[in-house]
């Protein structure tokens, strides 16, 4: 028997026409398809012939037991000789545990290969049209889970996030007001500018935005998923939306 594939592949940050050519095309030819909770319908519906499983995670779940259920899933049918797309929201690579699954495949002997997708630590700010970086405001950004994880569950380097230009945290609505005290705490001003986009890239986008001192508040209506930035290039969204109501042109500015 012809051993399948397990294909690891990032659905984007939630827009299905944002997926990639590649991912559409071994959607198509996908035997069996594991896919999470944010990855939108329409994704889903393209694996035309795939049998098609939900392994996304849900409120109160033992995180470790639907680990191993979608390890033992992805080889299990992959060693049946079927070709898995193990489906995920954003990049496998981008706090979506795809290296840790990839190493189970490679010692259990399974071919594995990782399809990137576009992250929502890039896609959501942009369709917000906050840059994250900008020359003269900021050079560099870093990517930090707002959720603890649960091999350091206490653990963000919340010095690196305090300084560095632009601090995108991914997972991180429930998580706010820490996210906040803790910049804060680590010296940030609380004058920085901060925007939450909440489903970004999708028609029900929506977006608040203030500072670390109010944030929490103007941000009291948004919900997850949600991507945070915090740093002076979220004045450059303001900027243009003001040049967008002086030139009357909307064609070019997403919902929110």
């Known amino acids: 028997m012809k051993a399948g594939k397990v294909y690891l592949i990032g659905a984007g940050p939630g827009a299905p026409d944002l997926l990639t050519l590649r991912a559409y095309r071994l959607l198509q030819e996908a035997d069996i398809l594991l896919y999470d909770r944010l990855v939108d319908p329409e994704v889903v519906a393209m694996a035309t012939s795939a049998e098609k499983i939900f392994v996304g995670k ?20 992959a060693q049946a000789g079927r070709n898995v797309v193990r489906l995920k929201g954003g990049d496998p690579f981008v706090f979506g545990r795809g290296g840790e699954e990839l190493m189970v495949l490679a010692e259990a002997g399974v071919a594995g290969e990782v399809v990137p997708g576009i992250s ?4 959501a700010p942009e369709a917000a049209l906050v840059p994250v970086t900008y020359r003269g405001i900021s050079a560099s950004f870093g990517v930090f889970a707002g959720q603890p994880g649960t091999r350091n569950p206490a653990y963000i380097d919340w010095t ?21 005290a803790k910049l804060i705490e680590h010296g940030r001003s609380e004058d920085t500018p901060v925007a939450l986009i909440e489903r970004g890239t999708l028609p029900e986008q929506k977006v608040a935005t203030g500072t670390l001192a109010d944030i929490v508040e103007q941000a009291a209506h948004i919900a997850a998923p949600a991507t945070i930035v915090v ?16 030139s009357g042109e909307t064609q070019w500015v997403a919902a929110g």
């Open 160 to 180: 690196a996030a305090a300084r560095i230009g632009t601090a995108v945290f991914l997972m991180g609505v429930e998580r706010l007001e820490t996210i906040v």
């Open 58 to 77: 849900n409120k109160g779940d033992d995180m470790q037991k639907r680990q191993e259920r979608i390890f033992a899933l992805m080889i299990g049918h």
């Open 231 to 246: 740093g002076e290039v979220v004045r450059v969204r303001e900027r243009l939306l003001a040049l967008q109501q002086l």
């Open 120 to 123: 929502s630590s890039v896609a």
